[in-house]
C-alpha cells in the first residue's frame, strides 16, 4: 500500500523558513512526478510546486523565487524549502505523488489530476 507521510510543518514568525519533508513507502517503481499543494480555511486547494523525475519544476506565481522543490534519489525523498515565508502561507500542506511506472507532463505539474496519491498533510503557521 502506497504511503505517503509529510514532516517538518510548523509555526513560524513572517519572513522565516521551514522545510517539508515527504517520504513515500509502499512501491517499488519510481513516481513519475511528485508534488506539493496546499489548503487554508475556508479555501480550495492549490498547487504550490511540482517536479517530475527529470528534474523539471514548476512553480506557483505566489511562491516563485522563495520555495524550492527537490527530490533526495537515494533517499527517495520529495522536499520543500520554504523562504521568506508570509501570513498567507498559512495552510495545510500536501504532498503528492504520480502513479509509479506512469507518465507525469512537464507542463501540468502544478495539476492535481496528474497525481494519485496523496500525503496526509502538515500544518504550517505564519504569524506577523
Known amino acids: 500500500q502506497v504511503q505517503l507521510v509529510e514532516s517538518g510543518g510548523g509555526s513560524v514568525l513572517a519572513g522565516g523558513s521551514l522545510r517539508l519533508s515527504c517520504a513515500p513507502s509502499?512501491?517499488?517503481?519510481?513516481?513519475?512526478?511528485m508534488g506539493w499543494f496546499r489548503q487554508a480555511p475556508g479555501k480550495e486547494r492549490e498547487a504550490v510546486a511540482g517536479i517530475r523525475v527529470d528534474g523539471t519544476t514548476r512553480y506557483a506565481d505566489s511562491v516563485k523565487g522563495r520555495f524550492t522543490i527537490s527530490t533526495d534519489n537515494a533517499k527517495n525523498t520529495l522536499y520543500l524549502l520554504m523562504n521568506d515565508l508570509k501570513p498567507e502561507d498559512t495552510a495545510m500542506y500536501y504532498c503528492?505523488?504520480?502513479?509509479?511506472?506512469?507518465?507525469?507532463?512537464?507542463?501540468?505539474?502544478?495539476?492535481?489530476?496528474?497525481?494519485?496519491?496523496w500525503g496526509q498533510g502538515a500544518q504550517v503557521t505564519v504569524s506577523s
Open positions: 503528492a505523488a504520480g502513479a509509479p511506472g506512469g507518465f507525469c507532463l512537464s507542463t501540468r505539474l502544478l495539476d492535481a489530476s496528474q497525481y494519485t496519491y
Open positions: 509502499g512501491y517499488t517503481r519510481r513516481t513519475p512526478c
